[in-house]
């Protein structure tokens, strides 16, 4: 009798559910895929389940730069929603993150859509997703959910995705027009792909450097699921891509996460077959650069997988090459039934899921097999680099101290050698025996194996050789003792009313503060050697303010030293501007450093992704003003206005012989032209410019003589091996050590030794007018990461940064791009060099 009324209840619960939770169609007012749905409607419906379904927990995470919500929704059986907490840290448990033995085994799969925003079928099939596993009529998700908890996180990148989806609905035709040429195919620069601040969020992951990225490593590590499923589009031409993912898989990846991408793709494989839709495995994209939605779980225990349907630029409806309609519809359908499967899947194999994932932690603590097992990051490095470094560590889980001091051999990052040397006792050492292992072999180790240099994303990533940072990989077991403190500095006396403050300069932070004195209309000088005042060493770069020009600045002392407080600035004060050694404080090598007046270029023949760094840059970075000019009005607007023009990556028709002469002339009347990567193609070998491409033209005749040999050596090239020979002119995001000219300010604060990661085949002969700051000297041969053979013989003496005087003005030339994805630590520091220090 009991049992009876125990089914009666459930029976009426479920009725009930069913009766209140509407389908999305019911909901929406349309149906999923008859219109492109916008974001704040998406989280509206939610919301809806969240409040109807007795096993959905909806969780806000973070906010984007535009303010909309960042959500993700936990699906669970009734008995396992009542568990949540419990199932949650007991998966930590497991990954050795908290102490104590789990009491459950449940499977954890996280599915996220649309870090893409113009990837429209994504956050379409999530909704889809969460109303058939929430409905308590599916018989079948009911069964997945008793061993399975399910978290959807249903749009990655909102304001992406409503850019894209606001454009479709300005533009898109009615009824939708599927010829691919109709302009609803065709968004407009930027397009949708990226957030905000243009950022792939992509190949953010790991770096964390955009909002939404921090946001969701901080809710991703709070669960650190067992499956993460990515969900994308690509070209609409291309059939369906789902896992087995293509080599190279890194050398970290275990037997075990490369099966159940054979099980989850044969799964789904089995449900395309029944359809006949086409699809592809094994192909193009690889598990090897840390930063993805797949590579990122993969390397903290997860079993990461991509996913992709033909549909970028297809709108609700076009024509494929083949002559076949492409529906949105149709892309919801491929993408909804792909996520069920991998639900089933982890369903199927949630024991081993489990149990995989502990032994995967557990291998990581007890018995890693990386070459290297520890890192060891020197206590008298800068110490903004190191809470840099510390800070970014801690957001991903990564432990981290210090052990007493001792002798150890090591990998000197900055030497390329095994040297000895000793571990001081307030060194940072980072261990690999722990959870994070996996991933810190894979971030810090100094050179990844490569098993095919035919990759989709860069080679080389290190953040030790990204921040010059003074460090070591030791090959022995070296486990922290205690917690690692920063170094104690003590504060120097201030005198009453110094005749001027100083402050080093030798990092981000530094550039920071700079920006920000200059904003509260304090004017700054900087030292251009090295310089000793009363017993106290300053290297060049040394920012100096001055009592005298700054007799208008309110309450002068104060406002320095507040501002100094609020950035955590060292303060250092003189009563004299007699130097002990160098020259003095008033003397002509002592630069006043004038306030710029920041342009950007950007739109339709701009990166839009380079042109976000640079935006991003100042805004979030520096927190300092700038206008953002229009490429398709520049040669409208009056330059003058401006004493810096900053021009991004990119393709430009823009500069035609007019306007280059235009710029050349604001130029000689004093202006300061940024140019990155490849918008140096625009103004190289132009009259008035001193870029060239070739030395001599013996040069150029030597090296096309060389390359004709190798051909006629090697032979004519089969079809087949075409994609590979290529590969010998590129270069895949590698590092190069590059040789710096320190005395110039554009390399002040950075030593003599720059790490350049090299992401374009780009190279430039030696400026004749001009300092070679950035240098790449002899025979060249990348530090880590792949680049060919013939681009490395093209970059022997050739320019990496260089800055030509030009009447009044400058002309800073970067062949690499030293804001790339914003990671770059000291690429930011010579890029804050151009824009603060150069000139002045």
């Known amino acids: ?72 929704a936990v699906v669970a059986s009734p008995e396992n929603f009542a568990n949540l907490e419990q199932i949650r840290t007991d998966n930590l448990k497991r990954a050795g993150l908290l102490d104590g033995n789990p009491s459950t085994k449940i499977a954890i799969v ?53 850019r894209f989806v606001n454009f479709f609905y300005q533009y898109g035709n009615q009824p939708p027009q599927r010829d691919p040429q109709a302009r609803e195919h065709r968004e407009p620069w930027p397009g949708g792909r990226p957030n905000h601040y243009q950022f792939d969020l992509n190949r953010d992951w790991a770096w964390m450097i955009q909002q939404e990225s921090k946001d969701r490593i901080k809710a991703y590590n709070e669960w650190l699921p067992h499956v993460h499923a990515d969900y994308h589009e690509q070209g609409y031409n291309s059939p369906y891509y789902f896992a ?74 076009v024509n494929t090459r083949e002559g076949d309609p492409l529906t949105l519809a149709d892309r919801v359908e491929h993408h909804y039934t792909t996520s069920m499967a991998a639900v089933e899947a982890s369903a199927a194999n949630a024991a081993r899921l489990v149990d995989e994932f502990e032994k995967y932690n557990r291998d990581n603590i007890n018995n890693p097999t990386a070459p290297y097992k520890a890192y060891i990051v020197k206590a008298d490095n800068n110490p903004d680099k190191l809470k840099k470094l510390t800070d970014w560590l801690s957001a991903h889980s990564i432990r981290f101290g210090s052990v007493a001091a001792r002798p150890a051999k090591g990998f000197d990052f900055r030497t390329q050698a095994q040297v000895a ?79 001027a403050y100083l402050f080093p300069y030798q990092s981000m932070a530094d550039v920071v503060f700079l920006g920000a004195l200059m904003q509260r209309n304090i004017k700054v000088r900087a030292t251009t050697v090295p310089i000793t005042l009363q017993g106290q060493n300053f290297d060049a770069g040394t920012l100096l303010v001055t009592r005298r020009n700054n007799e208008g600045v309110v309450d002068f002392d104060t406002a320095v030293c507040q501002l100094a407080a609020a950035h955590q600035r060292r303060i250092y004060a003189t009563s004299t501007g007699m130097a002990d050694r160098g020259i003095d404080v008033g003397s002509g090598g002592v630069n006043f450093l004038q306030r710029p007046k920041v342009a950007v270029l950007g739109g339709d023949q701009t990166s839009s992704l380079s042109h976000g760094e640079v935006w991003h840059y100042f805004e979030q970075e520096l927190r300092y003003p700038l206008a953002v000019v229009g490429t398709d009005y520049f040669r409208s607007i009056n330059l003058w206005e401006y004493n810096v023009l900053v021009v991004p990556d990119g393709s430009y028709r823009l500069f035609d012989d007019t306007t280059i002469d235009m710029i050349g ?5 004093g202006g300061k032209l940024i140019l990155i990567a490849n918008a140096t193609r625009a103004f190289a070998d132009k009259k008035g410019f001193g870029l060239k491409v070739h030395a ?13 040999e190798q051909k006629e050596k090697e032979g004519p090239v089969k079809f087949g091996e075409a994609e590979r020979k290529e590969l010998s002119e590129s270069i895949y995001g590698a590092i190069y050590r590059v040789q710096l000219d320190d005395t110039h300010p554009l390399a002040f604060g950075l030593g003599n030794t720059y790490f350049s990661l090299r992401t374009n085949e780009l190279y430039y002969s030696f400026l004749d007018r001009g300092w070679n700051v950035g240098m790449l000297r002899g025979k060249q041969k990348p530090l880590a990461g792949f680049a060919g053979f013939k681009i490395n013989r093209k970059l022997e003496n050739s320019l990496v940064f260089g800055v030509e005087d030009k009447g009044k003005g400058q002309v800073i030339y970067f062949t690499d791009n030293p804001l790339f994805r914003s990671f770059w630590e000291n690429g930011k520091m010579v890029f804050g060099n151009a824009v603060f220090m150069v000139g002045n």
């Open 1 to 72: 009798m009991r049992l009876v009324l125990i089914f009666l209840v459930i029976g009426t619960n479920v009725a009930s559910t069913l009766a209140q939770l509407q389908s999305p169609d019911q909901f929406l007012g349309y149906k999923l895929g008859d219109r492109f749905t916008r974001h704040h409607r998406m989280v509206e419906y939610f919301q809806h389940v969240d409040q109807q379904a007795a096993n959905v927990k909806l969780v806000t995470y973070g906010k984007t730069y535009e303010q909309r919500p960042l959500i993700y």
């Open 421 to 499: 040397f000793n571990i001081g006792p307030g060194d940072l050492v980072i261990s690999i025996h722990q959870p994070k292992g996996r991933f810190i072999t894979t971030v810090f180790e100094p050179q990844s194996k490569l098993v095919d240099s035919a990759t989709y994303d860069i080679t080389a990533w290190n953040l030790l050789y990204g921040s010059g940072l003074k460090a070591y990989a030791v090959a022995e077991k070296v486990v922290p003792a205690q917690a690692w403190q920063p170094a104690a500095t003590n504060t120097p006396a201030l005198v009453e009313k110094p005749y």
């Open 244 to 317: 087995p993912a293509a080599e190279p898989y890194h050398e970290v990846i275990t037997p075990w996460q490369r099966e159940f991408q054979d099980k989850v793709g044969k799964l789904s494989a089995s449900y395309f077959d029944k359809q006949g839709w086409l699809y592809f495995t094994k192909e193009r994209f690889d598990l090897y650069y840390p930063s993805y939605g797949d590579t990122y779980p993969t390397y903290s225990g997860a079993i990461g997988m991509t996913y992709e349907k033909g549909g970028i630029g297809a709108g609700l409806l």
């Open 696 to 708: 001599s033209e013996d040069a150029k005749k030597a090296a096309e003589k060389s390359e004709k």
């Open 665 to 669: 002339r604001w130029v000689d009347d």
């Open 110 to 162: 996280w599915i996220s859509y649309s870090v893409h925003g113009n990837e429209g079928s994504a956050m379409e099939a999530a909704i889809k997703t969460l109303y058939e596993l929430a409905n308590p009529g599916n018989t079948k998700a009911n069964e997945w959910l008793k061993n399975t908890v399910v978290i959807i996180d249903p749009c990655l990148n909102p304001d992406g995705r409503d």
